[in-house]
């Protein structure tokens, strides 16, 4: 055999995929408070990914997800004869999503360091298969710095994507009783996925500019959505 069929046939580990729903997201510190912006229905596969993912799924080598049509139609509401043509532009729009995590400099300056969240990511014949980027492993189970219990059914129910957003970022500090630490508006603007990768607003962005606009629709509305999904 050669070298490249070897390489071929390189055995992948799939981690065993319940159906049952895991009753809760956890995500480390870092990933709740990256620099991301995803749509409802991106942030809500992702969760999907994140939900089912231990630390021992990456003992072997990058872990592959799979999820069967029923799983997906069952889980994010979506019937079932519709889930290819609604999941394959998502899963397509999420195999180039970017997101930024935040280290500091040797001088001491926070910088955002910009890395795909998956190695591959496509729907084809009723499976859904994700392989998150193992370059970031350690965001993804390492939680030294904290983690979000994010409860999962709940995150479905909620439709927006800065109301999933907060109901994350809420989540981190439940323990304080869903006291959130302070933070400075430009850091929030991040999170919430309104800058880019140099720390401007995006240009389809720009009415967050306005420190009313982002309170009013990121925040206040946010808050408004999650108060009817206690």
């Given at each position: 055999?050669?070298w490249?069929?070897?390489?071929?046939?390189?055995?992948?580990?799939?981690?065993?995929v319940?159906?049952?729903?895991?009753k809760?997201?956890?995500?480390?510190?870092?990933?709740v408070f990256?620099?991301?912006?995803?749509?409802?229905?991106?942030?809500?596969?992702?969760?999907?990914?994140?939900?089912?993912?231990?630390?021992?799924?990456?003992?072997?080598?990058?872990?592959?997800?799979?999820?069967t049509?029923?799983?997906?139609?069952?889980?994010?509401?979506?019937?079932s004869?519709?889930?290819?043509?609604?999941?394959?532009?998502?899963?397509?729009?999420?195999?180039?999503?970017?997101i930024?995590?935040?280290?500091?400099s040797?001088?001491g300056?926070?910088?955002?360091?910009y890395?795909?969240?998956?190695?591959?990511?496509?729907y084809?014949?009723?499976v859904l298969?994700?392989v998150?980027?193992?370059?970031l492993?350690?965001?993804?189970?390492?939680?030294?710095?904290?983690?979000?219990?994010?409860n999962?059914?709940?995150?479905?129910?909620?439709?927006k994507e800065?109301?999933?957003?907060?109901?994350?970022?809420?989540?981190?500090f439940k323990?304080?009783?869903?006291e959130?630490h302070?933070?400075?508006l430009?850091?929030?603007?991040g999170?919430?996925?309104l800058?880019?990768?140099?720390?401007?607003l995006?240009?389809?962005?720009?009415?967050?500019?306005?420190n009313?606009?982002?309170?009013k629709?990121?925040?206040?509305?946010?808050?408004?959505?999650l108060?009817?999904?206690?």
């Amino acid at each position: 055999m050669s070298w490249m069929e070897t390489m071929s046939e390189e055995q992948y580990y799939y981690p065993v995929v319940s159906d049952n729903l895991p009753k809760h997201i956890k995500k480390g510190h870092q990933l709740v408070f990256s620099r991301q912006d995803l749509s409802a229905r991106e942030a809500d596969m992702f969760a999907l990914m994140v939900a089912h993912m231990k630390a021992a799924d990456w003992d072997t080598n990058t872990p592959h997800y799979e999820f069967t049509s029923h799983q997906l139609s069952e889980w994010l509401g979506v019937e079932s004869k519709h889930i290819g043509s609604n999941l394959s532009p998502v899963a397509n729009r999420l195999a180039s999503r970017k997101i930024g995590i935040k280290i500091e400099s040797r001088k001491g300056d926070t910088e955002f360091d910009y890395r795909p969240l998956f190695k591959h990511i496509a729907y084809k014949n009723g499976v859904l298969t994700m392989v998150p980027n193992d370059m970031l492993k350690s965001e993804y189970i390492e939680y030294n710095q904290g983690f979000a219990l994010i409860n999962t059914r709940n995150f479905f129910d909620v439709k927006k994507e800065y109301s999933k957003r907060l109901y994350e970022l809420l989540s981190r500090f439940k323990d304080k009783g869903f006291e959130m630490h302070q933070q400075k508006l430009d850091e929030l603007k991040g999170v919430f996925g309104l800058l880019n990768e140099a720390g401007k607003l995006k240009k389809d962005k720009t009415s967050f500019k306005n420190n009313s606009v982002f309170m009013k629709r990121c925040i206040r509305e946010s808050i408004k959505e999650l108060s009817e999904h206690p």
